[in-house]
């Protein structure tokens, strides 16, 4: 049962509800949202994240600058929180305070009250230095140890006595990064803390396992005095305890001071299709990454992608259990979704299949309709040697010299396409799984190996090694195996720049270009990436003086 105690509900839905849209909620809706935190009665909104230029776009809540908060309709009665990231300030290698001064002003003429430090244990030296010098600024400053799901009593003690040695924070946070907590180690790191801490405490929880709201009700029972909460949950992977939950839950508790019928409207219309649209929330996948102590957002791209089902999600998973992936990293996302099995040398020799031909290898670009009559008219009228990736409908089969597929999922999906095609297939063999070979029995294919290995392009007669089961990266290796003089593109239109997709592929083809054996590859039809360029519709694209170049 829950105490009268006075218990705060932090609300930080734009700042951990920003992984989903990238930091650029619309000013309508957050209006609506802190109207009606207002009127809830929740006092501390974490408005957005406080940390430095990235090298993609953001929207204004990763940076909440106190230029654009001035901007903001702000309630009275609202205390602004920020959240500021301990590893950006140390790893920018300079000074702790000048590094500071260049995105806080000092409080008095600041929107912002309260500024929470994410932390790592290993960091907490730092993040002292850092809690110091945003106190003498004017700030009240609350510490947020992250990951305390993994790491020892020995470590929390040894964090929170350092801690409990200073005077500049108020209120020291555990975070259950993984969601992986219960109720009895709740209790059992609250015990260790209190050893050491008697300022106030708060909780964040993260629903992994769906433990998120009785989680954060344990925190209120040992005494937390600030628990946070999104609307609908919204937040990082699975999300967070629902702010509207804790409001109901707490109503009648901290002398009636939250009104839960102010979030209701909320809730159920902007919140409810936002969630509907992005899938936030527990599932087995967040369930199965907590258990084994894996970053959540590994499963919220591997989740908001459709191109992977479950069975390619958990193999994913299996996948990075192995390596041990408490932190992310995009490099590591890659091989985990690259087709993850061991592959043998394949047992075609492509070195005489295109030599000194140009070739052209059609991708599954939506934009590749507009151009589709003329791609057909040039090769047959220059000869072209086309190489498709995967099916597409869009192609005459009769002008393609093979198909190639790499991923085991993608050869799975599409099996059934293949064994009607009566064309050439290429395909690294030890991808195929056992119970399709007696489906492809009747095709031909040209078995080239495929071996994933971190951070390689490298070329071989017989298979290749690449950093992921990209079909363009295959065939791209099987064109040069054969010899090709060059290498023209079209429907690789490219995915958003903010898809993590995008850097994949823009990284494979920087890898391509470092190899000693890459030939130009030219996109004849629209592309984002950053290859050479030319037209479809150029008639010098096939010049004497071009193909010399």
Known sequence: MISNQKVDILDCTLRDGGYYLNWDFKTDLVQKYLNAINTCRIEIVEIGFRTFAKGDYYGPYAFSTDNFLRKLNIPSNIKLAVMLNASDVIHRNNDINLTIDSIFLPRERSQVEIVRIAFVAQDSNKTIEIADYLSKLGYRVFVNLMQVDLISQDLIEETISKFSKVSSVECFYIADSFGNLDSKKIKEITGTIRKFWTGSLGFHAHDNKGLAFSNSLSAIELGFDYIDGTITGMGRGAGNAKTEHLAIELADKNDGKYFPDALFQLVSSDFSKLKEKYNWGSNIFYHLSALNGIHPTYVQQLVGESRYDSDHILSA?????????????????????????????GEWDASDFLVNQDVLIIGPGPKLKYYIDEIHETVLQKKLKVLCLNTNVLIEKEIVEAYVTCHEMRILIEADEYARLDKKLIMPKAKIPSFLKETLQYQEILDYGLEVTEGAFDIRSNGCSLESSLSLGYAIAVATAGGAKRILVAGIDGYNKSDSRFDEVEMMLKRYAANPMAVPIISITPTLYSIEKNSIFNPELFCREINNE
């Open 317 to 345: 998973i299996k996948f990075l259990r192995s390596e041990k992936a408490p932190v992310y990293s995009f490099e590591k996302l890659t091989r985990a979704i690259s087709g993850i099995s061991s592959s043998k040398p």
